[in-house]
C-alpha cells in the first residue's frame, strides 16, 4: 500500500523541492498531496479521513508542515492535528529556538531546516522518521529550563501518542505506571540534554555515557514526547480551569 | 544594631496612639512623637501598650485642666475692679497719667499721681516702683521688700469700689471702679498664657507618650517655664497693681523655676544624647546646690537673692554647655551640637540681660524696662527652645523657622538692651531700631546662620544627577550591587560618618535615634533578581560627620533619590526593550522577505557553485538577524552552536572535527563579537570543505585574560597560502578579524594542510 504525505508549503519551487527530498528519502511507494495554505491542509485532511479526524481510515503518515504559511501559523495546524497518527516536521528557515521549540511543543516530532543541502535533509529527514529527531543545543538548553522549572500540569495525561507507520519498533521508554513521569526526565535523560545543551555529538554523548548511540537517540526520542504530553498536559488542565472542555 | 533595634516598634505604637490623641495633624498616620526624645526606649514594649489607653485619658484630663486653669485664672485677674488708665513714668521719677478712657480722669492727662485713697486704706505713691512688672527682675532685696508692699496696699486700696486719686497740682478725683473683665486683660497676656498652655500640653504628651526618667526632666523643665510664662502673663496686666498672691510669690517662684530649670537642663545632658561618666554624681550634685540655695533664699538666709539666681543659672549654664562638648567628644551625637548650640545661645543672651541690667541700675526707667521687655523675650524664646526640641529631627523647615526667630529675637534684645542702657532711648525707639536693625543683619547673615545650624548639604544638584544616572546604568548591570551603590550615593549626599547594610526588613524610610540616624529599606530595582533584597536595609548615621541631624525632610529627600533611581533603571530598561523590539522586528522583515527569496533562488541555481554562494548568502542572512534578534550571547552557549552546527556540516563532508574549547571567563558575547565569530569559523570550515579535500580539521579555540586564540587546522591540500585570491571569503574573514582588533594568517603545515591562526589581544576592548 502507498505511503500517504501531506506537504504543505506555500512557495511552490520549495515545495517541489520537499518532494523530491521525500521521494529520495523512502523506498516505500509515496502518493504527496500538496497544499499552499492552511485551509487547503484542512480541506485535504478532512476528505483523506473521512468524518473522523482522530480515527481516520486511511491516514497520511508523514505530514511536513511550514511555518509560514500565508494564511496563518503551521503551528495552528499541528495543534489541531495533536492527536492525527502521523509523524509530524516543521519545515522551516528558522534555525533558532524561539521558533522551533514552540513548534516541538505543539507536538512536531522534528524539524528540517529548508536551506540545508538536498542530501543532508534527505539524511535528516530519514533520521527524524526512524525515531533520530534532530536536537540544537539551544533547544537542548530550552528543553532543560522547561523540564527543571517543571510543567506544572495535573496527572490526568492523555495516552501515548498512536505509534506512526514509519516508527521504529523499539519499545519506549516512557514510564505508563508514574502519572508525573511526563513532567518529569530521567537522570539520563537529563544528562543527554546537558550534552547536547553543550555541543556534544550523538556520538561523543555514547561514549560519555558509556552506552550506545541509538540509547541516546531513544532517550532523544522519550524527550521529546514527554515535552509534547507535558504540554498537551498543560493546556488540558488550562483548558479544563477555563471551562473549555 | 542597638539603633535598629527595641526603641522602633514602641515609637511605632506611640506614633499612633499620640497621633490620634493628641489631635496632631495625623493625615499620613504620622505624628511628630516619634522622635526626638521619645525614640530612646526605656520601657519595654509590652507594658507600653498596655498603659497606652490609660495615658490617654490622663492626657486628656491633663490638657482639660490647663484651659480650666487659665479660664478660672483669666476670670480672677479681670474680676477686681480697676481704673481704666495707663501711666508712665515722667522725668522726675513720678507716676504720671499717660492715657485713659475715662472722662472723669481726661482733665488730669499728664499730671503725676501722689496718693490713693480707697475706704480706710491711704497709699501714698512716691515713685515709679509699683510700675515694675516683676519683682525677680528687681536687684536689691529691700527693693523687693518695698515694690511687694507697694502692690498690697495699692491692690487693697483698690479693692475697694470707690477711691480717691489725689494727683501734683492738688486736684482730688472720686472715682467708682468697674469690674475689668477679660477683654480688660489685653492681647500681651491672653498671647502669653496661650503661648504657656501650649508648653504645658507638649510637656504633658511627651511625658505621657513614654514616661522615661529624660521625659520627665523635659516635662519639669517645660512646666517651670510654663510657669514663669503665665507669671509674665499675669505681670502683662498690671495697671496700678497686681492682685494679691503674685506680688509676693513672684520672686521665689520664679527663682525656683529658673534653678529647677537649669539643674533639670543638667541632669538631661548628663543621660542624653548620652550618658556621661559620672552623671549620676553630677546630677545629684546639681540638684543638692539648687534645693539649697532655693531653700536658703525662700527661708530668708541668703541676701542679694537676684545676683544668687543670675549667677547660679549662668553657672549651671556654662556646665551645659561643657558637659555637651564633653558628650560629643565622646561620640559625635550631631544632637549634642544641636543642643549645644541652643544652649550657648539662651546662656549668652542670659548674661547679656544680667549685665545690661546691673549696667542700668541707675537709671530706674531704663531698668524698668530692660527688667519688663528683655526678660519677657528671653522667657519666650527659651520656651519656643523647649517647645522645638521634641520636634527636632521631624523637620528642616521648622528648624528653619526658628533660626529665623532665634536670630532676629537675640538680636533684637540685644541692640533693645544696648540702646536702652547706653542711649537712653524711649522703649518703642529703641525696640523699633533694634528690630529694623537686627531684620538686616540677619538678612545678611542669613546664608552663615542656616549653615551654622544645621550644616550644608555639599553635593550639588548637578552632580548628584550625574551619579543618579550613572549608578542607575550600573544597577541594570549589576543588580547584586544596589545596596553598595545606593550607599555611595547617600553617603555623598549626606556625608554620614557610618552607612551600613543591615539584614532588616524595613517598610518605610524613618528617623531614628534622635535624628543621629536614618534607615531606608533597600529597593527592588529588578524584578525578581533577589528574593533577599526586600529585606534589606540601608542604614546611615551622623549626617554631615555627625554635625547634622538627620530631619524628616532628609528622610523624603533620601524616598526621592530611590524613587528616581527606580524610575531611571526603568526608563533605561523601556529604552532597552523597545531597540530590542524594534531589532526583533527588523530581524523578522528580513527575514521573512529576503530569506524567502534567495530560497527560492537557491532552489532555482542551475550550478551547484551557485547554490552554494545563495546558501551562503542565506546562512550570512540568519546569521545577521540572529544577532538582531538576539543582543547577547553567552560564550559557552555559542560555542556549542558553533559545534553543533560545524559538525553537522564537516560530518556531511566526511571530514572530522578536532574541537578543543577552554576560556577562563564565560562572557556575554556582543552582537558584532557574536556575529564575527560565528562567520568568521563557517568561512574557515566553509573553505576546507571546498577546496581543501581535508579529513580531518581542527579547531582550538582560548581565550585567556582577555586574548583570544583560534586555530583551525587541516590536513588538506591546500599551499602556498600567500597565492590565495583573496575572494570574497578570506577577505570577509580578514575583515571580521579586523573589526574585533584581531589580526590573522595562514601558513603551510608540515606535512600537509594549511594552518589559520587568530589572536585578538585585547578581545574585551571591542564590544
Known amino acids: ?245 | 544594631m542597638a539603633v535598629t533595634g527595641s526603641s522602633l516598634p514602641g515609637a511605632d505604637a506611640l506614633r499612633e496612639r499620640v497621633g490620634a490623641g493628641a489631635a496632631a495633624p495625623s493625615g499620613t498616620g504620622e505624628s511628630a512623637f516619634d522622635s526626638g526624645l521619645l525614640d530612646r526606649g526605656f520601657v519595654s514594649e509590652s507594658s507600653l501598650s498596655r498603659w497606652m489607653g490609660w495615658r490617654l485619658r490622663l492626657l486628656v484630663v491633663a490638657a482639660l485642666l490647663g484651659c480650666l486653669g487659665l479660664f478660672f485664672l483669666a476670670r480672677w485677674l479681670g474680676d477686681p475692679p480697676h481704673i481704666d488708665a495707663t501711666w508712665r513714668p515722667n522725668a522726675q521719677g513720678q507716676l504720671e497719667l499717660a492715657y485713659t478712657g475715662d472722662p472723669q480722669l481726661k482733665p488730669h492727662l499728664g499730671l503725676a499721681l501722689i496718693g490713693i485713697v480707697g475706704g480706710d486704706v491711704s497709699v501714698a505713691v512716691a515713685d515709679v516702683l509699683t510700675l515694675q512688672r516683676s519683682s525677680r527682675w528687681l536687684i536689691a532685696d529691700n527693693e523687693r521688700h518695698r515694690h511687694r508692699a507697694m502692690h498690697e496696699q495699692i491692690a487693697t486700696a483698690l479693692s475697694h469700689h470707690s477711691v480717691r486719686l489725689f494727683f501734683s497740682d492738688g486736684n482730688v478725683v472720686e472715682m467708682q471702679l468697674q469690674r475689668r473683665g477679660f477683654a480688660g486683660l489685653g492681647g500681651m497676656f491672653w498671647l502669653l498664657s496661650a503661648f504657656a498652655l501650649v508648653l504645658y500640653l507638649v510637656a504633658m504628651v511627651v511625658l505621657l507618650a513614654r514616661p522615661t526618667g529624660l521625659n520627665l526632666l523635659y516635662a519639669i523643665m517645660a512646666l517651670c517655664q510654663t510657669g514663669n510664662l503665665v507669671f509674665i502673663a499675669v505681670e502683662s496686666t498690671l495697671e496700678l497693681a497686681l492682685p494679691a498672691p503674685f506680688p509676693r510669690l513672684d520672686m521665689p517662684l520664679r527663682m525656683a523655676f529658673d534653678m529647677v530649670t537649669a539643674a533639670a537642663l543638667v541632669n538631661v545632658v548628663c543621660l542624653h544624647p548620652r550618658r556621661l561618666p559620672g552623671a549620676g554624681w553630677i546630677a545629684i550634685m546639681v540638684w543638692a546646690g539648687v534645693a539649697a540655695i532655693v531653700g536658703a533664699t525662700t527661708n530668708g538666709l541668703l541676701a542679694d537673692v537676684w545676683w544668687w539666681t543670675q549667677a547660679g543659672a549662668s553657672a549651671m549654664g556654662l556646665f551645659v554647655i561643657g558637659l555637651l562638648t564633653w558628650s560629643y567628644r565622646i561620640e559625635p551625637h550631631p544632637f549634642a551640637i544641636v543642643l549645644r548650640r541652643f544652649c550657648i545661645v539662651s546662656i549668652s543672651t542670659w548674661m547679656l540681660l544680667t549685665v545690661a541690667l546691673a549696667a542700668a541700675a541707675q537709671a530706674p526707667g531704663v531698668q524698668n524696662n530692660i527688667a519688663g521687655i528683655g526678660s519677657m523675650i528671653w522667657y519666650v524664646f527659651l520656651g519656643s527652645l523647649l517647645l522645638l526640641v521634641p520636634f527636632l529631627s521631624k523637620s528642616q523647615q521648622i528648624m528653619r523657622e526658628f533660626s529665623l526667630l532665634a536670630a532676629i529675637s537675640t538680636v533684637a534684645t540685644s541692640l533693645d538692651l544696648l540702646f536702652v542702657a547706653v542711649f537712653s532711648f524711649g522703649q518703642f525707639a529703641s525696640l523699633t531700631l533694634s528690630l529694623f536693625l537686627s531684620v538686616g543683619v540677619y538678612a545678611g547673615a542669613r546664608q552663615w546662620i542656616l549653615n551654622q545650624l544645621l550644616g550644608s548639604s555639599m553635593l550639588t544638584t548637578e552632580r548628584m544627577f550625574e551619579q543618579l544616572y550613572r549608578i542607575a546604568r550600573e544597577v541594570e548591570a549589576h543588580p547584586a550591587r544596589t545596596p553598595t551603590l545606593l550607599s555611595q550615593l547617600l553617603r555623598e549626599l549626606f556625608e554620614p560618618m557610618e552607612v551600613l547594610v543591615v539584614d532588616k526588613h524595613t517598610t518605610a524610610t524613618r528617623i531614628l535615634a534622635d535624628g543621629s540616624a536614618i534607615i531606608l529599606p533597600v529597593p527592588e530595582l529588578e524584578n525578581g533578581f533577589d528574593p533577599e533584597a526586600g529585606a534589606r536595609s540601608i542604614v546611615l548615621r551622623f549626617a554631615h560627620r555627625g554635625r547634622r541631624l538627620f530631619t524628616s525632610e532628609d528622610a523624603r529627600l533620601a524616598d526621592r533619590i530611590v524613587e528616581q533611581l527606580r524610575r531611571a533603571v526603568a526608563f533605561d530598561k523601556a529604552v532597552e526593550q523597545g531597540r530590542s523590539e524594534e531589532r526583533a522586528r527588523l530581524a523578522q522583515d528580513l527575514h521573512d522577505d529576503i530569506g524567502a527569496r534567495l530560497l527560492t533562488l537557491m532552489y532555482k541555481a542551475h550550478s551547484p557553485e551557485m547554490e552554494e554562494y545563495v546558501r551562503h548568502t542565506l546562512q550570512d542572512l540568519k546569521t545577521l538577524t540572529r544577532g538582531l534578534a538576539a543582543p547577547t550571547h553567552r560564550l559557552s552557549h555559542a560555542a556549542a552552536e558553533w559545534k553543533a552546527d560545524l559538525t553537522q556540516r564537516l560530518t556531511a563532508a566526511h571530514i572530522e572535527l578536532g574541537w578543543n574549547f577552554s576560556f577562563d571567563e564565560d562572557i556575554v558575547l556582543s552582537v558584532v563579537q557574536w556575529s564575527a565569530l560565528t562567520r568568521v569559523l563557517r568561512e574557515l570550515v566553509s573553505n576546507i570543505i571546498a577546496h581543501a579535500q581535508a579529513r580531518r580539521v581542527d579547531i582550538d579555540f582560548s581565550l585567556e585574560k582577555d586574548r583570544l586564540d583560534l586555530s583551525v587546522l587541516d590536513d588538506g591540500v591546500g599551499r602556498n597560502p600567500r597565492a590565495w585570491s583573496h575572494g570574497l571569503g578570506l577577505g570577509g574573514v580578514r575583515k571580521r578579524v579586523k573589526q574585533l582588533g584581531g589580526e590573522v594568517e595562514w601558513r603551510e603545515l608540515s606535512p600537509r594542510g594549511i594552518g589559520c591562526r587568530v589572536i585578538i589581544r585585547e578581545f574585551s576592548g571591542r564590544r
Open chain 1, 1 to 245: 500500500m502507498a505511503v500517504k504525505v501531506l506537504i504543505v508549503e506555500d512557495n511552490p519551487v520549495a515545495r517541489s523541492f520537499l518532494c523530491r527530498v521525500v521521494r529520495e528519502s523512502f523506498s516505500d511507494t509515496i502518493v504527496i498531496t500538496e497544499a499552499g495554505d492552511l485551509e487547503t491542509a484542512r480541506r485535504q485532511i478532512a476528505t483523506q479521513s473521512g468524518s473522523s479526524a482522530v480515527t481516520p481510515t486511511d491516514p497520511f503518515k508523514l505530514i511536513l508542515v511550514d511555518l509560514e504559511l500565508p494564511d496563518g501559523n503551521g503551528m495552528e495546524l499541528l495543534a489541531e492535528l495533536a492527536r492525527y497518527p502521523a509523524t509530524k516536521i516543521v519545515t522551516t528557515l528558522y534555525s533558532d529556538d524561539d521558533h522551533l521549540f514552540p513548534a516541538l511543543q505543539c507536538g512536531a516530532d522534528g524539524y528540517l531546516l529548508k536551506e540545508d543541502r538536498f542530501e543532508v535533509l534527505v539524511e535528516e529527514l530519514q533520521k527524524i522518521v526512524r525515531g533520530q529527531p534532530p536536537l540544537s543545543p539551544a533547544i537542548a538548553r530550552r528543553l532543560l529550563t522547561h523540564f527543571r522549572h517543571g510543567s506544572g500540569g495535573g496527572d490526568t495525561a492523555p495516552a501515548p501518542l498512536a505509534p506512526s507507520g514509519f516508527q521504529s519498533s523499539r519499545p519506549m521508554p516512557i514510564g505508563k505506571g508514574a502519572p508525573l513521569d511526563h513532567e518529569r526526565l530521567t537522570p539520563r535523560e537529563s544528562e543527554v540534554l546537558t550534552y547536547l545543551s553543550k555541543g556534544f555529538t550523538i556520538k561523543e554523548i555514547a561514549s560519555l555515557m558509556g552506552i550506545k548511540w541509538f540509547t541516546v537517540n531513544d532517550h532523544i526520542k522519550s524527550i521529546y514526547k514527554k515535552l509534547n504530553v507535558s504540554s498537551r498536559a498543560e493546556a488540558a488542565v488550562l483548558a479544563s480551569k477555563q471551562g473549555l472542555v
